[in-house]
Every structure is written in C-alpha cells, then in structure tokens.
C-alpha cells in the first residue's frame, strides 16, 4: 500500500513538474527563433601562406604558449587543389579564397577561362565598404595579388602593379616598390596613386588614423624576414591598416592580411625561419581579434592558401621543454587540408570541413552581399 501510494505521489509531481519545464523549453524555442540575425560591418581575412595544421602546432611547441589562433571559438579544414593540379599554388589558391573560383595554377583573380572575375575587396569597395591589404612581401605578390588584380600570370608583377592604380583598396602595405617606380613603361605608379588621393610612406606610420587612402611600400621587393625585418611587424601593419580603415567610414570595411613568409619558410625546409614567421603572423592574428572584442560585427577568418613543406613533428629530441624534431618531407607545397580559425560575428559559419571556394560565399553571406 506504502508502495502503491509512494508512486502515486511521484507521478502526481511528475505531472506538476513538467508543464513548467516544457514551458522554460518553448520560451527558450521562442527566444531563439525572435534572435536578431547576426550583423557583419568589418571582415579581417587572415592568410597564413603555406601553413598547415603542422606549422600552427609547430607554434605551440615551439613557444609553450597557446597561439592566438587556437583560441578560435569556431574551427573548420578546407582543401586546397586547384582547376588544374591536386596541389595548388599561391596564385590558384589564392584567387579561390579572394574569388570563389578555382583557377589555372599561375592566375591571378581570373577564372579558368581567363575572365576576370570579382574579389571579396571588389565586392566590399561596390558596396561602399573600405578595403586594405597589408602583407609581409612584394605587394604584387600572388596572394595580395589575387585580392586587388586581375592577371593571366602571377609573374606579371609591373602589369599587376598597373592594377592597383585602378583598383578600390584604400589601404596597401607591403614591399615592391620597384615595381610601382622603376618600369618598363615609364611610369610612376606612386605619383598617379598620389594624384588618387594616396597618402605615401616609405616606411610604417605609427598610426593610421585619419588616413583617406594609405600606401605603405617598405621595400624595394621583399620585406625581410621577421626576424631581421626592422621596419614593421605584421602586427604593426595590421594595427594601423585596421585604423585608417576604421576611422574614416561607418559602413565597414574588408582587410586581407598575409604572413606571406611562412611558405617561403617551408620552401627552404628551414623550422627557424618557420617558426619566427608564425610568430609574426600570430601576433598580428591577436591584433585583429583583439579589435573585433571591441568592436561588435566583426569578423576574423585565419586560414591558408595550401600547406608548404610536408612537414611533420616526429620521435626525437622529444622530451618535455626539450622542443621536438622538424621533418620536411617536401621543399614545395602538398595536397593536406588546411585549418580555418573564426572569431566573431558570423564565426559559426565556418565550422566543418569544405572547400577553399567556400570561404568567399561563406563571408559574402554573413556580410549580406551579393557576389554578382
């Protein structure tokens, strides 16, 4: 009887219970539908050329510290071939992260056909937003190349320079001022930039702020690497594209920042070298998300274009504070997936595993734009 009205009581709790808890549900159900969509002003496209999974924990070994990019809320892998090879090279898999087209290995911002075919910085400028690109090579370089030209080839560089007059970025910093100065043609691009509104620096300014259009040519060609490079950090260089960006239009802006070094790094099978361009290029990721804790609807993508080197972490010099042995089992690029770290507004779109074209119509979403 005791049993019998024992269960009887538990059930009649039960019952009180659950219509309480299936209201807190549909309030939560109904919360969550009534959210407001997640608004995206500034997008920092972040580009570590040729690193792979292995180079960014080469980085946490390698310091004892956790990378500014492991901190990433949102994680995703995208593969990197290209319209005509397994494995790409920088113009190819640069161009899919800038356009969304997979391309011929060697072209710049152009689709397999060779048409000319807009970037997310085109697509940005059209909607009014201020774009920048800030690197640690020649500005004409593949990577920065795939955002602000439209080339056949990627060793174009004088008629690649030509582009930048015309272009919409408002902020360029990097290396390759030979290419903008001393021509086959004859030309000056500085000058005309000038006349374009183009503030001039041969070197860094501290600050970016107040900058209408900002161009920053540090170098003759090549920047140095970090570790001899006096002039600026990547950091820095994100520091002050960020500001001239953001101080002179609300609507938002698109910057496109390169540790380009790190593929260079792995072509020389050199992990010194390797590991002080990761350094460099981390410390400008902290730049940007620290500004997009600031800074509501902003959105940081970290990501490569391929891996470089085939590298691995193997059994050695392994114990613990001791580092670990570097193996190189490529002096170019491989075919592995490569990591996406997001942070911010939008962020939770780039979990999973996909395609480097994806990353365009990924961003082009979350910033509610029209890619035609």
């Known amino acids: 009887m005791k049993t019998k009205l024992s269960f009887a009581l538990l059930f009649l709790a039960l019952m009180a219970v659950l219509p309480a808890q299936s209201q807190r549900r549909a309030k939560g159900v109904v919360s969550q539908a009534v959210e407001k969509p997640v608004v995206v002003n500034n997008v920092?496209?972040?580009i570590g050329d040729g690193m792979g999974l292995a180079q960014a924990h080469a980085l946490q070994l390698a310091t004892g510290e956790m990378p500014a990019m492991f901190k990433a809320p949102v994680i995703g892998l995208i593969s990197t071939d290209s319209y005509t090879h397994k494995i790409t090279d920088s113009g190819a898999g640069g161009t899919a992260l800038a356009t969304?087209?997979?391309?011929?290995?060697g072209m710049i911002g152009m689709g397999p056909d060779s048409t000319a075919v807009p970037s997310l910085l085109d697509i940005f400028a059209r909607d009014g937003r201020r774009t920048g690109v800030a690197v640690t090579c020649d500005v004409t370089h593949a990577t920065p190349a795939d955002f602000v030209a439209k080339n056949i080839s990627r060793k174009n560089e004088q008629e690649i320079a030509a582009d930048f007059v015309k272009s919409p970025v408002d902020v360029v910093i990097g290396g390759g001022l030979y290419n903008f100065t001393r021509r086959k043609d004859g030309r000056n691009l500085v000058s005309e930039m000038k006349d374009n509104g183009f503030a001039f620096f041969e070197s860094l300014p501290k600050s970016g702020k107040g900058f209408n259009k900002l161009l920053v040519l540090t170098d003759t060609a090549h920047p140095a690497p970090a570790a001899k490079r006096t002039n600026y950090t990547l950091a820095e260089a994100t520091r002050v594209a960020i500001e001239a960006l953001d101080s002179r239009n609300d609507k938002g802006f698109f910057l496109m920042v390169e540790g380009s070094q790190i593929d260079?790094?792995?072509?020389?099978?050199?992990?010194?070298?390797?590991?002080?361009?990761?350094?460099?290029?981390?410390?400008?990721?902290?730049?940007?998300v620290a500004?997009?804790?600031?800074?509501?609807?902003t959105l940081v993508v970290v990501t490569a274009d391929h891996e470089t080197g085939g590298l691995t972490l193997i059994h050695g010099q392994n114990k613990r504070n001791k580092g670990v042995k570097f193996h190189f089992s490529s002096d170019d690029h491989s075919g592995v997936i490569v990591p996406v770290y997001a942070f911010g507004a939008g962020a939770s779109q780039f979990s999973g595993v996909y395609d480097n074209t994806d990353i365009f119509k990924k961003i082009l979403k979350v910033a509610a734009l029209d890619p035609k």
């Not at 969304?100 to 290995?105: A, C, E, L, S, V």
């Not at 260079?264 to 940007?288: C, P, R």
Request: net charge negative.
């Open 44 to 46: 920092i496209f972040m």
């Open 100 to 105: 969304g087209y997979k391309t011929r290995n």
């Open 264 to 288: 260079w790094a792995g072509h020389n099978n050199d992990s010194t070298y390797l590991i002080n361009e990761m350094i460099d290029f981390d410390k400008a990721v902290g730049v940007a």
């Open 291 to 297: 500004f997009a804790e600031k800074n509501p609807g």
